[in-house]
């Protein structure tokens, strides 16, 4: 093949890996939306948000790439698009592990979602001792000339749970994936330690909001939204208006 040929063979090849790549971004774009319309939406309605952060990572090609090889997989674009499922990711955290299900089922009932796999970690934890709740999913994504449905991997998990991965990624990372038997004892123990929290501020939780029920509670704060909508208490009229007789 002459020079010139290689050259727009090449520069066709890096055309479709971005175009590869791109469509992952749109993915997570989209399901970045809905789970912010589900946060702002449930917020609104019930005065309480089950998500506490989302966050979203596209793979480096170099990551694609170890994880193509690792797998044993065709090394095409069709080859890894069917096989690595978590090139696009969204991690959504969550205050307390009921919420982790309502954040689930909320998006699995999304007509334009299919599911494709679920791994219920949290239910069945890993030998580690990592919990989180792991679905893989299918959205569609229109582009100028055709309609391409996306994988995307969403990771669901409580704060504890999120802050136990997150450490036991980088001593996996900093022991080059062979942790001592000791740290490694260590971290099973800490994933037990986490899930104990999990469970007391659940049911901590609980009590509360069916105190506040009864007692309608305010919690002291206000949105600054509601300045001028909010109404101002009988009682700090009274006063303002006593304050104001004796000036
Ligand atoms: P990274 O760097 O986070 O992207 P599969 O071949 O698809 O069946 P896979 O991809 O291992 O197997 O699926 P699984 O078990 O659902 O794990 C997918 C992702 O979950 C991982 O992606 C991690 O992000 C996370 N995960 C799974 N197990 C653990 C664990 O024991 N500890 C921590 N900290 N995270 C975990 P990657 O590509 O491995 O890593």
């Known amino acids: 093949m002459s020079d010139a040929a290689d050259l727009t063979s090449l520069r066709t090849l890096t055309d479709e890996f971005t175009r590869f790549m791109l469509s992952y971004k749109f993915g997570i774009d989209e399901m970045m939306t809905k789970i912010t319309i589900l946060k702002e939406e449930f917020n609104h309605r019930h005065d309480y948000s089950p998500i506490e952060h989302v966050s979203s990572r596209l ?3 170099q990551s694609i790439l170890a994880k193509a090889h ?22 959504v955290t969550c205050s307390f592990i009921s919420d982790t299900y309502k ?10 979602v299919t599911v494709l796999q679920v791994r219920d970690y949290i239910q069945e934890p890993k030998a580690n001792g990592y919990k989180s709740l792991h679905m893989i999913i299918e959205v569609p994504v229109f582009l100028s000339d055709r309609v391409e449905q996306v994988k995307v991997e969403i990771q669901i998990r409580t704060i504890a749970m999120d802050f136990w991965a997150s450490l036991e990624h980088k001593i996996y990372y900093k022991y080059n994936r062979d942790v001592p038997e000791r740290l490694l004892d260590e971290l099973r123990d800490a994933a037990l330690t986490a899930n104990r929290l999990d469970v007391k501020m659940e049911r901590l939780h609980d009590e509360v909001v069916a105190l ?4 309608g509670e305010d919690d002291g704060v206000m949105d600054a939204r509601d300045i001028g909508r909010a109404g101002v208490p009988d009682a700090l009229l009274r006063m303002l208006a006593a304050a104001r007789a004796v000036e």
């Open 103 to 112: 954040i689930f089922d909320m998006i699995a009932a999304q007509k334009d």
């Open 59 to 61: 793979k480096s090609p």
């Open 212 to 215: 506040s029920d009864v007692a």
């Open 70 to 91: 690792r797998k044993g997989c065709e090394l095409t674009l069709d080859g890894i698009r069917s096989e690595l499922h978590d090139i696009a990711g969204i991690r």
